[in-house]
């Protein structure tokens, strides 16, 4: 599975993004699906996970209410949809993927970078 994150950009605070995370090589319809990021001189973080099936998501408490991430599996593109962006989630935002049946993400995509301005 390749993965190739797109759509980042500069955006004034209380703007809006969405990043696409569209994949290639094998379908990812059994695959549950995940955002990441990476501010500059932190460490990566979780931001949003959805299962294979769309049915359960989860949110990192500081962008609960903000984010939405979504999927359609006939695309094979999973969705970071990003509302009331604040300058504190500038970072790299990374997709990645990984079979439902095992605990970590094996498939990353290069990532895209998000800057918002104050």
Request: charge should be positive; hydrophobic fraction near 40%.
């Amino acid at each position: 599975v390749q993965l190739q994150a797109s759509g980042g950009g500069l955006v004034q605070a209380g703007g809006s993004l969405r990043l696409p995370c569209a994949s290639s090589g094998r379908t990812v319809s059994n695959a549950d699906m995940a955002w990441f990021r990476q501010a500059p001189g932190k460490e990566r973080e979780f931001v949003a996970a959805i299962s294979r099936n769309s049915v359960v998501t989860n949110y990192a408490d500081s962008v609960k209410g903000r984010f939405t991430i979504s999927r359609d599996n006939a695309k094979n593109t999973a969705y970071l949809q990003m509302n009331s962006l604040k300058p504190e989630d500038t970072a790299v935002y990374y997709c990645a993927a990984k079979l439902f049946f095992v605990k970590e993400y094996a498939f990353w995509g290069q990532g895209t970078l998000v800057t918002v301005s104050s």
